[in-house]
């Protein structure tokens, strides 16, 4: 049974950073594409940033120059490294996987239940 957890969420003053991990089981996770959604309060989910299972990665215009995807194989663990957050930043972020390449479309198989990050002005 594939479990996909997130960690890592808080509240962070505007200018700080935070480090999101998720942490993925029950499937091969070097096989795997992996990305970062996010649901602000009132909007729809949208995709932060993906790396496929060759290593390459994308990011939605938000988070350039700011946000940080990688992951660990050895960990079986991704990572969102959030740096000069703002208030608009405020929203449930989600890691998610899939055999397939997906990158920002938010069609992948599977989900985890979400970290709350929270910017203060």
């Known amino acids: 049974q594939v479990q996909v957890v997130e960690s890592g969420g808080g509240l962070v003053q505007a200018g700080g950073s935070l480090r999101l991990s998720c942490t993925a089981s029950?499937?091969?996770?070097?096989?795997?594409?992996m990305a970062w959604f996010r649901q602000r309060p009132g909007k729809e989910r949208e995709g932060v940033a993906g790396?496929?299972?060759?290593?390459?990665?994308t990011y939605a215009d938000s988070a350039k120059g700011r946000f940080t995807i990688s992951q660990d194989n050895t960990k079986r663990t991704l990572y969102l490294q959030m740096n000069d957050l703002k208030p608009e930043d405020t929203a449930m972020y989600y890691c998610?996987?899939?055999?397939?390449?997906?990158?920002?479309?938010?069609?992948?198989?599977?989900w985890g239940q979400g970290t709350q990050v929270t910017v203060s002005s």
């Open positions: 790396i496929d299972n060759d290593g390459d990665i």
């Open positions: 029950g499937l091969t996770f070097d096989d795997y594409a």
């Open positions: 998610a996987a899939d055999p397939e390449v997906r990158w920002l479309l938010p069609t992948y198989e599977y």
